[in-house]
C-alpha cells in the first residue's frame, strides 16, 4: 500500500507562512493523483488543492491565490506551501493520494475513496 507522512504543520499569526510536506513511500508518485485535505472540528474533510499525475493542479477557492501545491517526484514528496494564512485555515491538514479516476460531471477527476491518507498535521492560525 502506499504509505504517506506529513510534516510541517505548526502554530503561526495571521499573515504568515508554513509549507507543508508529504513523504511518498511504496509507489513512484509519479503514477499517483495527489493532494491536500484539512478538517476542522464540527466540519466535513474539504479538498484544498490537488496534483494529478499529468501535473495539473485545482484548488479550493477559499486558497487560491494563496496556497501552492507542488510536487519533488526524485524526492517522492508532496508540498504544500501556504502563505498569507488566515484563522480560517486552522485544522488538521491530511496529505491522500490514489492510483484511480472518476469522471464528475464530465471531468476526470481523482477518485480518493479508494485512495491513502496520511495521519495529518496540524495547522495552527491565531489572530
Known amino acids: 500500500v502506499v504509505q504517506l507522512e506529513e510534516s510541517g504543520g505548526g502554530s503561526v499569526q495571521a499573515g504568515g507562512s508554513l509549507r507543508l510536506a508529504c513523504v511518498v513511500s511504496?509507489?513512484?508518485?509519479?503514477?499517483?493523483?495527489t493532494g491536500w485535505f484539512r478538517q476542522s472540528p464540527g466540519s466535513e474533510r474539504e479538498e484544498v488543492a490537488v496534483?494529478?499525475?499529468?501535473?495539473?493542479?485545482t484548488y479550493a477557492d477559499s486558497v487560491k491565490g494563496r496556497f501552492t501545491i507542488s510536487r519533488d517526484i526524485e524526492k517522492n514528496t508532496l508540498y504544500l506551501q501556504m502563505n498569507d494564512l488566515k484563522v480560517d485555515d486552522t485544522a488538521m491538514y491530511y496529505c491522500?493520494?490514489?492510483?484511480?479516476?472518476?469522471?464528475?460531471?464530465?471531468?476526470?477527476?481523482?477518485?480518493?475513496?479508494?485512495?491513502?491518507w496520511g495521519q495529518g498535521t496540524q495547522v495552527t492560525v491565531s489572530s
Open positions: 491522500a493520494a490514489t492510483f484511480q479516476s472518476t469522471v464528475r460531471a464530465g471531468v476526470l477527476v481523482p477518485f480518493w475513496a479508494s485512495g491513502y
Open positions: 511504496r509507489y513512484d508518485m509519479s503514477i499517483l493523483n
Open positions: 496534483i494529478d499525475t499529468d501535473g495539473e493542479t
